[in-house]
């Protein structure tokens, strides 16, 4: 792992900034892609239209959930620090809500569907986290706990893992999560030759992430742990699969009393 690429005059190229806009515009890409292979060519449009103030939305969103919810007792101590987003720090969970408020915003402005579009973009999320979770190794960020064994990730010194547990071998958690990503990408890709109902996609690969983040938060190591024992990632992974389930009952409702009355 590799916090420094080099750098510029005195201004530091960090992996972590590399790969974080690296995984925006993959993801960008690969649904524009999927837009235009699906011949929803004006969505593609609006899509590189929506780009940017999606991205903006995320960061602030990603922000906002890892300082005043992940860790406010640290920032607390330290509000310099709260701005400093190439130190690490952006939560995924907290990005999927500031961008879906900001895609919100946007169709009903401009008239689409809010789900024909989540749908869309459901790929190009979980690949970008994917690829999201190799710049936190680099940066040695979101790291795990002590393995307790002779295995596991040794980070460098300056990380803030080797700050936090030494020479401890910690669990790879998140390189687990980027392989689990992967995963559900693929899922999600074998998915789009189904025929589901509209937002389906992009709620299954929502409860898909964050079951699995539920789990792997039990091996991570930076941060706090709240009522019944888990972190605040655990607890908003819980709140989001009920959310999507409750979206995804009242999506298959509201087709359902589309086509009767349409039968009718």
Known sequence: MLQFLGHIGSFPIRSYSILFVLACILGIGVTVTLAKLQ??????????NLAVPMFIGAIVGSRFWQVFLFDWGYYSKNPGEIIAIWHGGLSIQGGIVGAVLVSIWYVRKHKISFW??????????ILGQSIGRDANLMNGDAFGDPTGGNWGILYPAG????DTFGDQPLYPAEVWEGQMDVIIFAIVMMLLQKKLNRGYLFLITNVLYNIGRFLLEMLRGDTPKYMLGWTTAQWTSVS??????AAGFYLHFKQASVKDSTAI
């Open 159 to 162: 990380t803030n893992a080797r």
């Open 39 to 48: 011949k929803k060519h004006q969505l593609a449009e609006h899509l590189l």
């Open 240 to 245: 989001m699969i009920v959310i999507c389930i």
């Open 116 to 125: 024909e579009l989540a749908d869309l973009c459901a790929p190009g999320l």
